[in-house]
């Protein structure tokens, strides 16, 4: 059995609305790394088929955060674990702006008590319109 157990320096405010912790601890289990997922399968292609890539980047941000959190989930399924597992999460974002998207799409999946604890990453990613990439850490 696994124990995640939150970390908080001092208790936040309620009205900060924190979408992340800033840390965990864990007992017992094995850690599952995590590649970066995005919206495309998990197995595709290679080189990708320009047709299948536009729809997997296809519905804008949303719909490319929803699918990235399908595949993570599949992943995770595959090692014994699923979202409650995850105790790390890097998302890799292209555009900024998509923050407050990210933070209620990270709510929708995680809730809002203690969603895992998490880096957040401008820069550009291997898809000219690939919005989001995540990597997490599991423990299953």
């Known amino acids: 059995m696994v124990t995640v157990t939150p970390v ?9 609305n924190m979408p992340f912790l800033p840390a965990v601890t864990t007992e017992g289990g094995k850690i599952v790394w995590v590649a970066g997922v995005g919206p495309i399968p998990i197995y595709h292609k290679h080189p990708h088929v320009p047709a299948e890539e ?12 929803d699918k990235t959190m399908a595949n993570i989930q599949e992943v995770l399924a595959a090692a014994g674990g699923n979202l409650r597992s995850v105790v790390k999460m890097t998302v890799y974002l292209t555009d900024m702006s998509l923050q407050n998207e990210l933070n209620q799409g990270i709510f929708d999946y995680f809730g809002r008590e203690n ?7 401008g820069c550009a990613l291997s898809h000219e319109s690939m919005l989001i990439e995540i990597d997490v850490t599991a423990v299953v």
């Open 8 to 16: 908080h320096p001092k208790e936040p405010l309620p009205e900060y």
């Open 54 to 65: 536009a729809e997997w980047m296809s519905g804008g941000f949303r719909a490319q955060f």
């Open 115 to 121: 969603p895992p604890p998490r880096t957040l990453v």
